[in-house]
């Protein structure tokens, strides 16, 4: 079985163009997560989604940074525009999702390397 | 502030070495994993703990939750190159998961 799929791997572009990623979970995972790493740091939470509903982005530059999640199966998400800040590895992760302690457990993509010059 | 409180924040030591790591917290958790990353890759998870004082083992890698359910320790025997990675913990309050900044692990042959 496929785990969570992202692309592209590596994106770089000038500051104050668009840029997007996307991101296909793990068949059957209702709960996708939109998270942010800097180097040596640990993932933030930009967004999560139970099925098609937002129903946490309150880390989420809404300026700037927008994300969907169609259909509640593939997301994408969006920065325009971007600025030289972003740069860092966006990840995408899934879940069961549901109440139980193990249907939290999140499956990660690779990650897409932003590179904002 | 954050929530997740992991240390050491580097560890760096010779091959066949015991460590420990630790993940603390002020706030009570419903379970917490522990992932570990290596460059280029995005997280993997390793363990999940769910009850208060409950240890898992998984081969060289013993994993701990306190008691009170606020915080958690990794201890790895003799550990080996191929362990080295970023270890982290993040928690579940019925919230988003909430990670730690992680503790980088090298492991020098």
């Known amino acids: 079985e496929a785990g969570v799929v992202q692309s592209p791997r590596y994106k770089i572009i000038e500051k104050k163009q668009p840029v997007a990623f996307w991101c296909n979970p793990i068949?059957?995972?209702?709960?996708l997560y939109w998270y942010l790493q800097n180097l040596g740091q640990g993932p933030e939470l930009l967004i999560r989604?139970?099925?098609?509903?937002?129903?946490?982005d309150s880390q989420l530059p809404k300026d700037r940074f927008s994300a969907e999640r169609l259909k509640g199966v593939d997301s994408t998400l969006k920065i325009q525009p971007a600025e030289l800040g972003d740069s860092a590895v966006y990840l995408c992760?899934?879940?069961?999702?549901?109440?139980?302690?193990?249907?939290?457990?999140?499956?990660f993509g690779q990650g897409t390397r932003l590179t904002v010059v | 502030t954050q929530l997740l409180e992991q240390s050491p924040q580097f560890l760096s030591i010779q091959e066949g070495e015991n460590l420990t790591v630790y993940c603390n917290s002020s706030?009570?958790?419903?379970?917490l994993q522990w992932y570990r990353q290596e460059p280029g890759e995005g997280p993997v998870l390793l363990v999940t703990?769910?009850?208060?004082?409950e240890v898992k083992k998984l081969k060289r890698l013993t994993f701990q939750f306190g008691d009170a359910r606020k915080d958690s320790s990794l201890h790895i025997t003799a550990a080996q190159p191929g362990d080295t990675g970023l270890y982290l913990c993040?928690?579940?309050?019925?919230?988003?998961?909430?990670f730690g900044k992680g503790t980088r692990l090298s492991v020098i042959a």
């Open positions: 992760a899934s879940s069961l999702g549901g109440g139980d302690s193990m249907n939290t457990e999140a499956f």
């Open positions: 068949s059957g995972h209702n709960t």
């Open positions: 989604y139970e099925n098609e509903e937002a129903v946490d």
């Open positions: 706030s009570v958790f419903s379970s």
């Open positions: 703990v769910v009850t208060g004082g």
């Open positions: 993040a928690g579940d309050r019925n919230t988003p998961l909430v």
